[in-house]
């Protein structure tokens, strides 16, 4: 009798996982159907375009930008310059060259400084430069009012993803008479972190009080550069004044990026400027 009820909840056991594995995955199925049938979900992704969030270095990011920039068009040239206007409005894909530097007319994303965040960021970066002795203290804050700001793409084209987006603040020339000293009148500031890879600063200094050597290695600690190196020969020929110094840093395929410090004398305007 023992065996037989034995048997019995044997055959009931198996039939059970025979059900089971046959009917499980159904109602499984149709419970998960029940948890997201008639419901939104949002998820954040970010798009294929935003190509300059692909991980590069400063050395990278720098090099770049000092390449986008030497292939500007010339000032002055009109049929040059509204080429680029045109090109402006193109997707990467339809531009041509090595490098690109190009008005950047896509929404800004969540982890680029807003129009609305631009100048509070720039003060702060400014601050910062004069605590590191990069800048004098003389040398006053920006505001909206008295500057214009354009968000650029500094793209290498064959390798789209390694492009670097930058605001350029310029002091805004509808003001007439504007009052230039101690103001800072160009700066070009990575749209992401808002730090500052060029400037150009009216000051009270003369040449004799700029030591280059301390502004270029306070300037390369503060945007996480490599350690710079005296960049030789120097073509005085390039320069619209005698007073600078050239370095340099390590770029990208054995590249490198010159930057240069320098000083206009007469109205003493203070420059650090990516080579071009």
């Known amino acids: 009798m023992r065996k037989i009820i034995v048997n019995v909840c044997l055959s009931l056991l198996a039939a059970a996982v025979v059900a089971a594995a046959v009917l499980g995955p159904e109602f499984l199925a149709r419970y998960q159907d029940k948890k997201i049938l008639n419901r939104l979900e949002s998820q954040l ?12 270095s400063s050395n990278e990011k720098l090099y770049i930008l000092s390449k986008c920039l030497n292939s500007q068009s010339e000032p002055g040239d009109e049929l040059n310059n509204q080429a680029r206007m045109e090109g ?9 060259g090595s490098y690109a530097f190009v008005v950047n007319r ?13 100048y509070e960021t720039c003060n702060r970066e400014l601050a910062v430069l004069k605590e590191l002795g990069v800048l004098p203290d003389t040398v006053r804050d920006t505001a909206a009012a008295s500057y214009d700001a354009v968000r650029y793409s500094a793209i290498d084209i064959p390798e789209p993803r390694n492009n670097v987006s930058v605001w350029k603040l310029s002091l805004a020339t509808t003001t007439k008479n504007a009052n230039k000293q101690n103001r800072l009148l160009d700066a070009y500031l990575d749209a992401d972190t808002g730090k500052l ?4 600063v009216r000051t009270e200094l003369s040449w004799e009080d ?7 290695a306070a300037w390369s600690e503060y945007m996480g550069l490599t350690e710079p190196q005296p960049y030789e020969p120097v073509n005085p020929l390039q320069e619209t004044t005698p007073y600078f110094s050239k370095y340099f840093f390590e770029g990208m395929e054995d590249g490198i990026t010159v930057v ?16 071009r």
């Open 197 to 200: 890879y060029e400037f150009y």
């Open 88 to 96: 402006d409005q193109a997707d990467y894909q339809e531009l041509t």
């Open 210 to 216: 700029v030591d280059t050597d301390a502004i270029i």
């Open 45 to 56: 992704v970010e798009e294929e375009s935003e190509g300059y969030r692909y991980s590069l």
């Open 106 to 118: 896509r929404d800004i994303t969540s982890q680029e400084i807003t129009d609305e965040k631009l």
């Open 260 to 275: 240069t410090v320098g000083f206009y004398e007469g109205i003493n305007e203070l420059f650090l400027k990516v080579s």
